[in-house]
């Protein structure tokens, strides 16, 4: 996914928010429908969490703590605070995602999911809202490079053309929660 040649870091991070939101959306139906009917398969909910758990804590996440929010630190910007409460909520998702994949009873599985997705939705529009913008702004275009040459690391663990394969997962997920 990392493309942001020459512009800002958060390009990048930006893309996989609109990819996060897409799986947000089928777990979302997915967790609606548990509490209505039950009516959703075992396997894709797994596959759906597993994707999750690659593209928005270990990817998006992993590149935001090790690359983005220590750069900002560094310059002082955002306050501190403010990013251990972004922190704080990547710890609280991934509760939601290990909840997710265990072994929970049924009213914990739709709890974990509903949560999982009100919990990132806030964070994602936090971030594009309040940390972004700042982050845009607050580099240079070398340190924006180096920031975005370290998301090109981080992303090297998933192997060549992962945007696209999540992109693909989430294509063939769209057919087993439709709206």
């Known amino acids: 996914m990392v ?8 390009v990048d991070l930006r893309r996989e928010h609109e990819l996060i939101r897409r799986g947000l959306e089928l777990l979302e139906r997915a967790g609606r429908r548990l509490a209505v009917d039950r009516s959703v398969s ?4 797994a596959d759906l969490v597993e994707l999750l758990r690659r593209l928005a804590d270990r990817c998006h996440h992993a590149k935001e703590e090790t690359h983005l929010y220590p750069a900002m630190r560094a310059r002082g910007l955002p306050p501190d605070d403010r990013l251990r409460e972004l922190l704080a909520a990547h710890g609280e998702s991934r509760d939601y995602l290990r909840t997710l994949g265990g072994f929970p009873s049924l009213a914990e599985r739709v709890a974990a999911a509903l ?15 309040d940390v ?3 982050a845009d702004r607050m580099f240079t275009p070398e340190e924006q490079s180096r920031i975005v040459h370290g998301y090109a690391e981080t992303e090297r663990a998933f192997g060549p053309g992962f945007g696209d394969a999540v992109a693909r997962d989430l294509d063939r997920l769209q057919g087993l929660f439709p709206p």
């Open 132 to 134: 972004f913008p700042i």
């Open 42 to 45: 075992d396997s894709g909910l």
């Open 115 to 129: 949560l999982y997705v009100r919990a990132m939705r806030e964070h994602l529009d936090a971030e594009e809202r």
């Open 3 to 10: 493309e942001s040649a020459g512009g800002p870091a958060t």
